[in-house]
């Protein structure tokens, strides 16, 4: 039984009208007409917004696994993410500079417009989740990175590992080495080389808050991007979308023991899509996400947030949550 399933039965969750409730909390889509606004994207979890010279990013309640976005929303997980990530963007200022001006909305957050690379820097610290499912399926290499013989699931790498995936906007991320970004010109190796020192005193900085908080930083990806010729760090930082953490308290003796660690990441909800058959793959269902469901993988976004902040949550607002959203971002720019 995983992780999430022992928490679902442990919490003997039931289904109840009250659930159908909550479900409606959740803010799954937004589309606003903001003064000078020239276009609108829409990615897995974000919506963002291109208004006069700044993008104004809304973090909403979808979920996405396996790059498919999951039919429910669920909710506080938009504010769960914007705050982790406001969190950490200033906490890692004096490492890079970074697109955030100001957090107007709990799940709202606006700043520069950078020229994004098409690259995602993913950083890995141990051999778990999809890179150690490519090793027991006899990979010994990650985007050009050798991997050795002989290591454990969890297992520590001797120094971090960098392992690329091109940026796509629709569909799955691919692998890709260094050499091949460079090669291909998708990246100057000038500003590569830049974004890996970046990356690696991010991971580092993120790793000595995730000890203090009794947190091992296991991996996490990094999004750059440019400004006036300068490199700056978007999208969000440190996560549980985007980062896996392990609890420090006995990782060691879990792993001696090949026991499964205990985490706090979305790899809980990938883990229950794949024990219902779901890995993204063609003809594949989603599985039925109940109101039970939703509301679990909820309360698990709130205890990622208290664990990895050591900040209690305090629940935004839900009652209107687009008029909410919209009023706060229009009295920003009204008064910027």
């Given at each position: 039984m995983t992780d999430f399933n022992c928490y679902l039965q442990a919490n003997r969750i039931i289904h109840t009208k009250k659930k159908e409730t909550y479900m409606s909390l959740a803010i799954t889509h937004s589309e606003f007409k903001f003064p000078g606004q020239k276009k609108v994207y829409h990615g897995k979890v974000r919506d963002v917004y291109f208004v006069d010279d700044l993008l104004v990013m809304v973090?909403?309640?979808?979920?996405?696994?396996?790059?498919?976005?999951?039919?429910?929303?669920?909710?506080?997980?938009?504010?769960?993410?914007?705050?982790?990530?406001?969190?950490?963007?200033?906490?890692?200022?004096?490492?890079?500079?970074?697109?955030?001006?100001?957090?107007?909305?709990?799940?709202?957050?606006?700043?520069?417009?950078?020229?994004?690379?098409?690259?995602?820097?993913?950083?890995?610290?141990?051999?778990?989740?999809?890179?150690?499912?490519?090793?027991?399926?006899?990979s010994r290499s990650i985007c050009g990175v050798s991997i050795p013989d002989g290591m454990k699931e969890h297992q520590a790498f001797p120094e971090p590992i960098l392992t690329p995936t091109t940026k796509a906007v629709e569909g799955h991320d691919e692998d890709i080495s260094r050499e091949e970004i460079i090669s291909q010109g998708i990246v100057s190796e000038e500003d590569y080389i830049l974004m890996e020192k970046y990356t690696r005193e991010l991971f580092q900085r993120g790793s000595e808050i995730a000890d203090n908080m009794g947190l091992i930083l296991v991996d996490t990806k990094y999004e750059f991007g440019k400004k006036d010729g300068q490199i700056y760090l978007i999208d969000e930082i440190h996560t549980p979308d985007s980062s896996r953490y392990f609890y420090k308290e006995g990782y060691q003796e879990r792993f001696e023991k090949g026991e499964n660690q205990k985490q706090l990441s979305k790899e809980f909800v990938r883990e229950w899509l794949m024990d219902n058959g779901f890995q993204g793959k063609d003809g594949q269902q989603v599985p039925e996400m109940t109101p039970a469901i939703v509301e679990s993988i909820s309360e698990r976004y709130i205890e990622l947030f208290e664990r990895i902040t050591g900040e209690v949550f305090t629940k935004s607002d839900t009652a209107q949550i687009p008029e909410r959203i919209e009023q706060n971002i229009l009295s920003f720019l009204k008064n910027r």
């Open positions: 973090v909403s309640d979808r979920i996405s696994a396996f790059d498919v976005v999951l039919p429910k929303g669920i909710p506080y997980k938009g504010q769960v993410l914007n705050q982790i990530a406001n969190k950490f963007l200033d906490a890692t200022r004096d490492i890079v500079p970074n697109w955030k001006l100001v957090s107007p909305d709990a799940n709202v957050t606006i700043g520069y417009q950078c020229e994004p690379f098409a690259v995602e820097m993913i950083i890995r610290g141990y051999l778990t989740g999809s890179s150690w499912r490519s090793y027991k399926n006899g």
